[in-house]
């Protein structure tokens, strides 16, 4: 065992730990990531869309004591592979949004990566941010343009054509005929002057109805009355 293994060990570890605590921050949060006076954030390019090319690492690196900072690419999967540092040393104070290093995608295989800020003050304090959530894609096929098809122009004939007038003859205009009613079999045909509206319908329905309630109402009350005189000669 090499004395260089318990050291990419806990290497391993602690880059599984910080990965787990970024995870655990949100994606889409606004605001600058802090860890007591160390400040640090990445604004573009954006997290969970696919990289490709050379893309421009857009973000912050401050300190009320600032001395510099750093930029390394780690594999998301195994932090304990090499670090591949963009930026080492820089001591320009990135207190606003500012191109902090370039990444050439390029020189690493498609798959998942996380951007790794580390600022330092002046005393030799040191912390790391990490970003999870960058997929290089240089493998994605580029759509190649087409040029456009030119219209094909057919040839116009030649030679003199004769104009011949077009003759209208206009027909005066017949009258149509309604639709003739056709009796249907069986069905008693109304005489003209007798039909029977849906008022006088209604009206003979609702005196129907009105007689049946009344003569409902005097047998009821005569049954009333019946066991009225009943119950009174009892006692």
Known sequence: ??????????????????????????????????QGDFQAQVISPPR?????GTVDIVGIATHPNFAKYDVAILDAHDFSKEWRWLVQGRSVRADTPTVLA???????????YVILIRVWDQGGGWHDFLFPG???????????????IAPTIEPEPTGTFAMTPTVQ???????????TPTPIPGLRQPLPGSSLGLEA???AFFTGVRWTFTLFGVWGTLLLLRWGWRWWRRR
Not at 48 to 52: A, C, R, T, Y
Not at 102 to 112: I, V
Not at 169 to 179: K, V
């Open 1 to 34: 065992m090499t004395h260089g293994h318990p050291f990419r060990l806990l290497k391993g570890a602690l880059g599984i730990g910080l990965i787990w605590i970024s995870l655990a921050l949100p994606l889409g949060s606004p605001g600058v990531w802090a």
């Open 134 to 148: 960058y997929r290089v894609a240089n493998a994605q096929p580029t759509p190649t343009p087409t040029e456009p």
């Open 48 to 52: 969970d869309q696919p990289v490709w």
């Open 201 to 203: 319908l209604l009206g």
């Open 102 to 112: 370039t990444w050439d995608t390029r020189l690493f295989p498609d798959g998942e």
């Open 169 to 179: 003859i206009e027909l005066p205009p017949t009258a149509t005929p309604g639709p």
